[in-house]
């Protein structure tokens, strides 16, 4: 399939810093862009996603970016708290269909107190 | 948001056996769902795409012949590994697609040992 890259791979931040994770996608017909967060042992949870007809969207202390010219899309999460510490997963939808994903290889984030 | 299940949640298997993974949306009928495989510590990677009434949509690399999927209802999709072998042992994940939103409602994973 396609390929999604994400950086980085492991991220550790002082509780009340930003975090930051980056994915850039190859399929130009990719439209929908979600984030997973995954805890130890526990399914994906979705927390935040964003259509392509939308460059950024915001819901509390997280939000996304995405820049369809540049095939890149941003995660961010401000003044962090240590149960945000999980593995964030980007993906990107398969051609224009919406449906099957790609996902990104993950980031650990760590939040240290 | 939905709720899926997976069944069963561990399994442990003799090499050569097959095992049946079932995938269920208890809140909502889901036309499509997707299974994936999960190694420690990596990315989620999409094996297949089960479709209610048709046949599953498999991703490149992925054996039809070894991972059966049955999607005969709009609840229910399962995976079959047959002839398992050892490096079969993996996290299976589901995941019931929600047709309005795209949104991807995720089962909590069933880890098979193949022995």
């Known amino acids: 399939g396609e390929n999604v890259e994400q950086h980085p791979s492991t991220l550790s931040v002082q509780e009340g810093d930003s975090a930051v994770i980056k994915c850039t996608y190859s399929?130009?017909?990719?439209?929908?862009f979600p984030w997973y967060k995954q805890e130890l042992g526990k399914r994906p949870q979705l927390i935040i996603d964003?259509?392509?007809?939308?460059g950024e969207k915001k819901d509390q202390r997280i939000a996304v970016t995405l820049n369809k010219t540049a095939k890149h899309f941003s995660l961010h999460i401000t003044e962090t708290q240590p149960e945000d510490s999980a593995v964030y997963f980007c993906?990107?939808?398969?051609?224009?269909?919406?449906?099957?994903?790609?996902f990104g290889k993950g980031t650990s984030l760590l939040v240290t107190p | 948001g939905a709720v899926v299940s997976q069944h069963p949640s561990r399994v442990i298997c003799k090499s050569g056996t097959s095992v049946k993974i079932e995938c269920r949306s208890l809140d909502f009928q889901a036309t499509t769902m997707f299974w994936y495989r999960q190694f420690p510590k990596q990315s989620l990677m999409l094996m297949a795409t089960?479709?209610?009434?048709?046949?599953?949509?498999?991703e490149q690399g992925v054996e039809k012949d070894k991972f059966l999927i049955n999607h005969a209802s709009l609840t229910l999709s399962t995976l079959t590994v047959t002839s398992a072998h050892p490096e079969d042992s993996s996290f299976y994940i589901c995941?019931?697609?929600?047709?309005?939103?795209?949104?991807?409602?995720f089962g909590p994973g069933t880890r098979l040992t193949v022995t």
């Open positions: 399929d130009s017909a990719s439209n929908y």
């Open positions: 995941s019931a697609l929600d047709a309005g939103t795209y949104e991807q409602y």
């Open positions: 089960s479709n209610e009434g048709s046949k599953a949509t498999y």
């Open positions: 964003i259509r392509s007809n939308v």
């Open positions: 993906a990107a939808s398969q051609g224009d269909s919406g449906y099957a994903l790609n």
